[in-house]
């Protein structure tokens, strides 16, 4: 095999690679190899009519992502990030019964949009707080070793104190959490998203927080990104916001390092590449 001409891509979530971009890089083009388990920066398509292996770095994150989905929960039931600026402020006078009061997590109804890896590992520390857990996943069967039922989607919505978002990105997924899906959610409820930002939709969101009408969401990931500081979402004491870091940890950004340069030296040696999503390309 001729490797004179070979060509590999370590790309980031933030890389949009399309055919377009496949064909700038040539012919020898081996692999594409994503540093990040979700891979809709990629036109995986184009690269499959390509013969184009592309992987990515499934299990690397999955701990991080679930400690991170925990405690955007936290902050925004007890009001954390609120409470931070609150003193900051000076505006802490005295203690006061009804102080910044937030959501109870102990015993209440955990809801997850997708359980794979990740909702899965949700599921299991939200055992720890005694809390019901309910999700809904048209592709995963329920797993005996997780004490969860699923649900249909409306009855998700209908039924959680804290709806957690643990989907990929697809033409299926994007904008899942619409005006009417929010419209459905108690007014007490939260939202998490640590999965990708057009899963929701920003603007039925702002509107749902701003009247209200849901009790707070935590999100780590925006659309766009970086979220602009002038976004109305912004000027919202009920929102917990931070900038798509539900995986970097030093563990789990080592990890997704070996996976993705193991992906690519495979590919380059064209072989098979140990985390591939689009196993088709080898026929
Ligand atoms: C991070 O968002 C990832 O998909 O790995
Ligand atoms: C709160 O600080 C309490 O002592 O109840």
Not at 51 to 68: K, S
Not at 182 to 194: C, E
């Amino acid at each position: 095999e001729d490797r004179t001409n070979a060509s590999v891509m370590e790309t980031l979530l933030t890389d949009k690679i399309d055919g377009e971009v496949m064909d700038a890089a040539g012919a020898g083009l081996k692999v594409i190899s994503n540093y990040a388990v979700g891979f809709d920066n990629i036109d995986v398509d184009a690269a499959t009519a390509r013969g184009i292996p592309v992987g990515n770095t499934p299990g690397a994150l999955t701990d991080a992502t679930a400690d991170f989905a925990f405690a955007l929960l936290m902050s925004a039931a007890r009001r954390i990030p609120e409470s931070n600026r609150f003193v900051r402020d000076g505006r802490w006078k005295t203690w006061g019964p009804m102080l910044l009061l937030g959501t109870d997590i102990q015993g209440a109804t955990l809801g997850l949009v997708g359980f794979g890896r990740i909702g899965k590992a949700v599921a299991r520390r939200a055992t720890g707080f005694d809390m019901r857990v309910i999700y809904y996943d048209p592709n995963e069967k329920p797993d005996p070793a997780i004490k969860a039922t699923p649900v249909d989607f409306e009855t998700l919505l209908e039924e959680s104190d804290f709806v957690s978002l643990h989907t990929p990105l697809t033409p299926d997924t994007r904008h899942l959490i619409d005006a009417e899906a929010l419209s459905r959610m108690k007014r007490t409820a939260v939202l998490i998203n640590t999965s990708r930002g057009p899963v929701v939709d920003m603007d039925a969101l702002y509107e749902a927080l701003r009247d209200e009408r849901i009790f707070a969401a935590a999100l780590d990931v925006t659309d766009p990104e970086p979220l602009p500081t002038d976004h109305p979402l912004l000027t919202l004491d009920n929102l917990v916001i931070a900038p798509h870091i539900a995986s970097a940890s030093h563990t789990a950004r080592g990890n997704m390092a070996w996976m993705a340069a193991n992906n690519l030296i495979a590919g380059l040696k064209g072989e098979r590449l140990p985390h591939c999503v689009n196993p088709q390309v080898y026929g």
